[in-house]
């Protein structure tokens, strides 16, 4: 069964960093594209990346390139979202994607979100 | 302001059939046959209900069907279901530099 199991909610205060996780499982993870959709409260859905966990090439959409930073680590099977300095505008609840690029396009399997909370 | 257009909400009465619009442009909906439609209820994680335009991934009921005509897209919900009130949300391929664009949501109740 593939799963993606994200890492747990984070309270942050602006300035601060911070990295949250994507586990994937049951499938070959260095063959699947990874990605990451963004959720403002009460808002749609906003697409920020994706990268390859084979040879870590990576995408950015125009709006989130340089505000934040995907990564992956194959050898554990986990993508990474991270930010050098949050704002307060970067509260969201944000979902990793198995995320079909080359053979379609569409994300077939969600993780089941991770909702960051920055706030002084 | 997103970049694919959906109307905020639709309704419907149990057995009735809905259909949700997604109009884009010929920089994204018109340009490739991608369009994947999502289910979203509350507090729920999204769950992809079409993709390619038309097709069902495994699992998903046969009342959920896609198509495109030009430069907006569509999805119809036929037989509706209390357990189908839910978010919908169109996405399309935009090309290499802007990847995916989603349509603003459409908020689906059923009467």
């Known amino acids: 069964e593939v799963q993606l199991v994200q890492s747990g909610a984070e309270v942050k205060k602006p300035g601060e960093s911070l990295k949250i996780s994507c586990k994937g499982s049951?499938?070959?993870?260095?063959?699947?594209?990874i990605g990451w959709v963004r959720q403002m409260p009460g808002k749609g859905l906003e697409w920020m990346g994706i990268?390859?966990?084979?040879?870590?090439?990576?995408r950015y959409s125009p709006s989130f390139q340089g505000q934040v930073t995907i990564s992956a680590d194959k050898s554990i099977s986990t993508a990474y979202l991270q930010w050098s300095s949050l704002k307060a505008s970067d509260t969201a609840m944000y979902y990793c994607?198995?995320?079909?690029?080359?053979?379609?396009?569409?994300?077939?399997?969600w993780g089941q979100g991770t909702l960051v909370t920055v706030s002084s | 302001q997103s970049a694919l257009t959906q109307p905020a909400s639709v309704s419907g009465s149990p057995g009735q059939s809905i259909t949700i619009s997604c109009t884009g442009t010929?920089?994204?909906?018109?340009?490739?046959?991608?369009v994947s439609w999502y289910q979203q209820h509350p507090g729920k994680a999204p769950k992809l209900m079409i993709y390619?335009?038309?097709k069902r991934p495994s699992g998903v009921s046969n009342r959920f069907s896609g198509s495109k005509s030009g430069n907006t897209a569509s999805l119809t919900i036929s037989g509706l279901q209390a357990e189908d009130e839910a978010d919908y949300y169109c996405?399309?391929?935009?090309?290499?530099?802007?990847?995916?664009?989603f349509g603003g949501g459409t908020q689906l109740t059923v009467l």
């Open positions: 994607v198995r995320h079909l690029f080359t053979d379609g396009y569409y994300f077939d399997y």
């Open positions: 390619e335009g038309s």
């Open positions: 990268i390859y966990p084979g040879d870590s090439d990576t």
């Open positions: 996405c399309s391929y935009a090309g290499s530099s802007t990847h995916a664009v």
């Open positions: 010929s920089s994204d909906v018109g340009s490739y046959n991608l």
């Open positions: 049951g499938y070959s993870f260095t063959s699947y594209w």
